[in-house]
C-alpha cells in the first residue's frame, strides 16, 4: 500500500503544485501517472483501509465529474468575453447539476462498503456548503455594498444545500459528528491562512530597504519637457 498508494499520491499532489507553477517536464508524465496509480489501487493492493478511501475517491469523482461539468456550463454559458457556449449550454448545465444533485442525495455507490463513510462525505459536502455560502452572503451584503444585488446565487447556495442535507435525513448523533467536522477544518483553514500570512509578513519584513533613484537631472528634464511639448504640437503622434 505505501508503494503503489500512499507514495504515487503524495507525488501526485506535490506534481500538480509543480505544474501549477513552473514544474520540470518530468512531472508531466509522472503525474499522471500517479494518478492512475492511486485510482487503480483497489485492483493492485490488498483490501484494507487504504482501499476503501480510494473507493470513495471513485464515488467522489462520479459525483463531482456532471456537477463539475454543468457548472462550467452555466458559467460559460452566460455573459462571458471568451469560451461562451452555444445555446445548449444553459439547459445542458442544468440537466448534469440535476442529476449530480439527484445522485448526492438518492445514490451510495455499491462499490464502497463502508457505507456510513459515504454517508458522512455527503453530510459533510453539503453542510460546509450550506455554511459557506450562508457567510459569502451575510459578507456582501453588509460589507461589500457593489455587489449586493448579485449576492443571491450564494442565498440559493445556501437554501438548495440546506434543503438537500434534510432530503437526505441526518441523524442527531451523525449531524452533532458533522458539525464538529466542519467546525475543525474551517478552524484549521483559518489557522493554515494565518501562518501563511505571518510567513508573508516576516519575508516582506526582512527584506532590505528600496534603494532610492537619484533625482533626476537637468538633462532628464530637459529631454521631457522637449518630448511633452513635441506630442502636443503633434498631436499624440510616438516619439521615436
Avoid: Y
Avoid at 444553459?90 to 449530480?100: I, K, N, R, S
Avoid at 451584503?141 to 445556501?158: D, K
Wanted: glycine share 12%.
Amino acid at each position: 500500500a505505501a508503494l503503489l498508494l500512499w507514495l504515487p499520491a503524495l507525488l501526485a499532489v506535490f506534481g500538480c503544485f509543480n505544474l501549477l507553477g513552473r514544474g520540470g517536464p518530468i512531472w508531466k508524465v509522472l503525474t499522471p501517472l500517479c494518478v492512475v496509480l492511486v485510482l487503480l489501487a483497489p485492483f493492485t493492493i490488498p483490501a484494507s483501509g487504504s482501499t476503501v478511501a480510494v473507493d470513495l475517491l471513485w464515488g467522489v469523482v462520479l459525483l463531482g465529474a456532471p456537477l463539475l461539468l454543468g457548472l462550467l456550463m452555466l458559467v460559460f454559458s452566460g455573459d462571458v468575453p471568451v469560451g461562451r457556449v452555444g445555446r445548449w449550454g444553459l439547459p445542458g448545465g442544468l440537466a448534469l447539476v440535476a442529476v449530480a444533485l439527484g445522485m448526492l442525495v438518492a445514490w451510495t455507490p455499491s462499490f464502497v462498503d463502508n457505507v456510513a463513510l459515504w454517508d458522512r462525505f455527503v453530510l459533510v459536502l453539503l453542510g460546509s456548503c450550506a455554511s459557506l455560502c450562508a457567510s459569502f452572503f451575510v459578507l456582501h451584503r453588509l460589507f461589500v455594498a457593489r455587489r449586493r444585488s448579485r449576492s443571491w446565487p450564494m442565498l440559493c447556495g445556501a437554501v438548495m444545500a440546506t434543503a438537500l442535507l434534510f432530503l437526505h435525513g441526518v441523524e442527531g448523533q451523525a449531524g452533532a459528528l458533522v458539525v464538529g467536522e466542519i467546525a475543525g477544518v474551517f478552524l484549521g483553514s483559518g489557522l493554515a491562512l494565518l501562518l501563511g500570512i505571518m510567513v508573508v509578513w516576516s519575508f516582506e519584513r526582512n527584506l532590505p530597504e528600496p534603494e532610492s533613484l537619484p533625482p533626476p537631472s537637468d538633462q532628464d528634464l530637459e529631454r521631457a519637457a522637449a518630448i511633452v511639448a513635441r506630442r502636443l504640437q503633434h498631436g499624440g503622434a510616438s516619439d521615436e
